[in-house]
């Protein structure tokens, strides 16, 4: 089944610095991959995606980018601010397969010091 | 547009006992998927419901259940409760199958003593 690696599990940058996290995943047949924000005590949020047909995908300051030939997609974070503070996960799934989850690497836990 | 709910917020159950978690979607899904995120584990995958049928389970034993109903709200059942349950139980919802967006809810902290 996918697998999804995800690095760092921590990261702490300065406040305006850019910040990057890298997943990787083991299922070519996945299509979708998605981004999500998890503040304390709060679900997953989801803050960007991308599909298997596209290789970058920008929405302000975050951007994602997927190489299906390394499998593997990255989050961008510039101009990072204190409020960007948080754990964040990569997924990935096929989507219209039977399966229909989601499956999670391990987070990423992001500090902007200010 | 109101977001995924979840009720309740806390849960603090004794091991053996049953549990129930609630979910509503948001209006116009018609998928449902509970996910665990317990501590140093991430999110795994429970159970799927899409159109009040189980489309898909985790690798969870059978005293985790649930279903769907007519309204697309969801339940999840964990019966004979051990400590290892203690987790955060997340509900996430979607337009259906073929809709990859998920949106999740806040989620129930089930506590087992």
């Known amino acids: 089944g996918e697998n999804v690696e995800q690095h760092p599990s921590t990261l702490s940058v300065q406040e305006g610095d850019s910040a990057v996290i890298k997943c990787t995943y083991s299922?070519?047949?996945?299509?979708?991959f998605p981004w999500y924000k998890q503040e304390l005590g709060k679900g997953p949020q989801l803050i960007i995606d991308?599909?298997?047909?596209?290789g970058e995908k920008k929405d302000q300051r975050i951007a994602v980018t997927l190489n299906k030939t390394a499998k593997h997609f990255s989050l961008h974070i510039t101009e990072t601010q204190p409020e960007d503070s948080a754990v964040y996960f990569c997924?990935?799934?096929?989507?219209?397969?039977?399966?229909?989850?989601?499956?999670f690497g391990k987070g990423t836990k992001l500090s902007v010091k200010p | 547009e109101a977001g995924v709910t979840q009720s309740p917020t806390h849960l603090i159950k004794t091991r053996g006992q049953q549990a129930t978690l609630r979910c509503s979607p948001i209006?116009?899904?018609?998928?449902v998927y509970w996910y665990q995120q317990a501590l140093g584990l991430g999110l795994q995958f429970l159970l799927w419901?899409?159109?009040?049928?189980e489309r898909n389970r985790g690798n969870f034993p059978p005293r985790f259940s649930g279903r769907q109903f007519p309204n697309y709200s969801s339940e999840l059942n964990v019966n004979a409760l051990e400590l290892e349950d203690s987790a955060l139980y997340l509900c996430?919802?979607?337009w259906g199958q073929g809709y990859g967006e998920q949106y999740f809810g806040p989620g129930t902290r089930l506590t087992v003593t």
């Open positions: 996430a919802s979607s």
């Open positions: 997924a990935a799934s096929i989507v219209g397969g039977s399966q229909g989850n989601l499956i």
């Open positions: 299922d070519s047949a996945s299509n979708y």
């Open positions: 209006s116009g899904h018609t998928s």
């Open positions: 419901y899409d159109e009040g049928e």
């Open positions: 991308i599909r298997s047909n596209v």
